[in-house]
């Protein structure tokens, strides 16, 4: 099963922060895919530039950019990571050549996502997660990963093993997580 990083910029303040951040993960935790994630960055490109270099000196798999095509296009991420109201922009990241995997809430908008050509989604909140709503639970996932018939990371709530050997017994593709990674 991969697991997938997605970084937080509550974690770090400061660009030095961010790579020491960012090196304690990848030295501490196996990670097979890795978004740069940073909604409120002025100097996002910036950011992404110095994500994309450390995350192939630790030959991360799959290295993500969150919502922007452009920048994950231009700082030569593998894909993007577009959020639930880019299902439009699918087809766009495939053209550009990009891994693309977009949040989905629902079996519906994982099926969507297969059929304009994601490679994988993100269905969330399966567990409980600050702020996110109801949690899915398991059996809502075993639906989306049993119909939907694409890769799917569990996302939400996943903050140890025991979240992740549920996550497994689903049938995952893998888990993406935050707080699993700073503890």
Same mark, same amino acid.
């Given at each position: 099963? /991969?697991?997938?990083?997605?970084?937080?910029?509550?974690?770090?303040?400061?660009?030095?922060?961010?790579?020491?951040?960012?090196? /304690?993960?990848?030295?501490?935790? @196996?990670?097979?895919?890795?978004?740069? @994630?940073?909604? /409120? +960055?002025?100097?996002?490109?910036?950011?992404?530039?110095?994500?994309?270099?450390?995350?192939?000196?630790?030959?991360?798999?799959?290295?993500?950019? +969150?919502? +922007?095509?452009?920048?994950?296009?231009?700082?030569?991420?593998?894909?993007?990571?577009?959020?639930?109201?880019?299902?439009?922009?699918?087809?766009?990241?495939?053209?550009?050549?990009?891994?693309?995997?977009?949040?989905?809430?629902?079996?519906?908008?994982?099926?969507?996502?297969?059929?304009?050509?994601?490679?994988?989604?993100?269905?969330?909140?399966?567990?409980?997660?600050?702020?996110?709503?109801?949690?899915?639970?398991?059996?809502?996932?075993?639906?989306?990963?049993?119909?939907?018939?694409?890769?799917?990371?569990?996302?939400?709530?996943?903050?140890?093993?025991?979240?992740?050997?549920?996550?497994? +017994?689903?049938?995952?593709?893998?888990?993406?997580?935050?707080?699993?990674?700073?503890?």
């Amino acid at each position: 099963m /991969k697991s997938y990083l997605i970084t937080d910029p509550k974690y770090y303040k400061d660009i030095e922060s961010f790579e020491k951040y960012l090196i /304690k993960i990848y030295s501490s935790k @196996r990670v097979d895919f890795a978004c740069f @994630r940073d909604k /409120k +960055n002025v100097f996002f490109e910036k950011y992404a530039k110095i994500f994309v270099r450390i995350s192939k000196h630790f030959s991360i798999e799959k290295i993500i950019i +969150n919502k +922007n095509i452009e920048t994950a296009q231009l700082v030569k991420a593998h894909g993007v990571h577009l959020t639930s109201s880019q299902f439009s922009q699918i087809p766009y990241s495939k053209s550009l050549g990009l891994f693309t995997i977009i949040s989905t809430h629902s079996l519906e908008e994982a099926v969507l996502a297969k059929n304009l050509g994601a490679d994988a989604v993100t269905y969330s909140p399966v567990f409980y997660s600050p702020g996110k709503g109801e949690p899915k639970g398991e059996e809502k996932l075993k639906e989306v990963v049993t119909k939907s018939g694409i890769k799917c990371f569990a996302l939400g709530g996943i903050v140890s093993e025991k979240e992740i050997k549920i996550c497994k +017994n689903c049938g995952c593709y893998g888990f993406a997580s935050i707080r699993y990674f700073v503890k």
